[in-house]
T-cell receptor, first 114, second 114 residues
């Protein structure tokens, strides 16, 4: 079974703190993704990575950065957390190429910024 | 830009009734198509996917979906709803030239009444 794990299920941080969300996959997938999910807005892509040290901005990258130093690990960084970043964060991974490869999702991290 | 439209953000059915969740995509080239389910406070789980070939696709938990190219639709059905089907459902497409990114619909929340 593919496993995508996220470092925390629930996280509470204060405004201005630097926040790290970690994601690890065990299927040797090239692609990894970070989404945020908000009621009524569906899933929005923040960043994705198609290889180690490679990244591409998604639809809403402002206020976030990412790091991928190893193939299995993809980190999302909130440099200075703000209350409007309170959300559910979902990590996913998939094979690359043009095939019908689905994304596998982690359980999510519910982040609250106070 | 490609888009995915799910008609109805909330659908309510009685237990034992037919479930029909609608999904339309905008593309002249048939993409790969997916349905995911999300239970409360969990990540997304793949229900089924369409790649090529047979247009009626069977998935887990008794769900199936039919790809209709002429209607650019991929509606999800289940003949008889169960209480455990209450969840949020997402339709997604993957284009051949998008590097593995999925385009998600806004989601449909399914409620099942006893």
């Amino acid at each position: 079974d593919v496993k995508v794990t996220q470092s925390s299920r629930y996280l509470v941080k204060r405004t201005g703190e630097k926040v790290f969300l970690e994601c690890v996959q065990d299927m040797d997938h090239e692609n990894m993704f970070w989404y945020r999910q908000d009621p009524g807005l569906g899933l929005r892509l923040i960043y994705f990575s198609y290889d180690v040290k490679m990244k591409e901005k998604g639809d809403i990258p402002e206020g976030y950065s990412v790091s991928r130093e190893k193939k299995e690990r993809f980190s999302l960084i909130l440099e200075s957390a703000s209350t409007n970043q309170t959300s559910m964060y979902l990590c996913a991974s998939s094979f690359s190429g043009t095939g019908p490869y689905e994304q596998y999702f982690g359980p999510g991290t519910r982040l609250t910024v106070t | 830009a490609q888009s995915v439209t799910q008609l109805g953000s909330h659908v309510s059915v009685s237990e034992g009734a037919l479930v029909l969740l609608r999904c339309n995509y905008s593309s002249s080239v048939p993409p790969y198509l997916f349905w995911y389910v999300q239970y409360p406070n969990q990540g997304l789980q793949l229900l089924l996917k369409y790649t090529t070939g047979a247009t009626l696709v069977k998935g887990i938990n008794g769900f199936e979906a039919e790809f209709k190219k002429s209607e650019t639709s991929f509606h999800l059905t289940k003949p008889s709803a169960h209480m455990s089907d209450a969840a949020e459902y997402f339709c997604a497409v993957r284009m051949y030239n998008q590097g593995g990114k999925l385009i998600f619909g806004q989601g449909t929340e399914l409620s099942v009444k006893p």
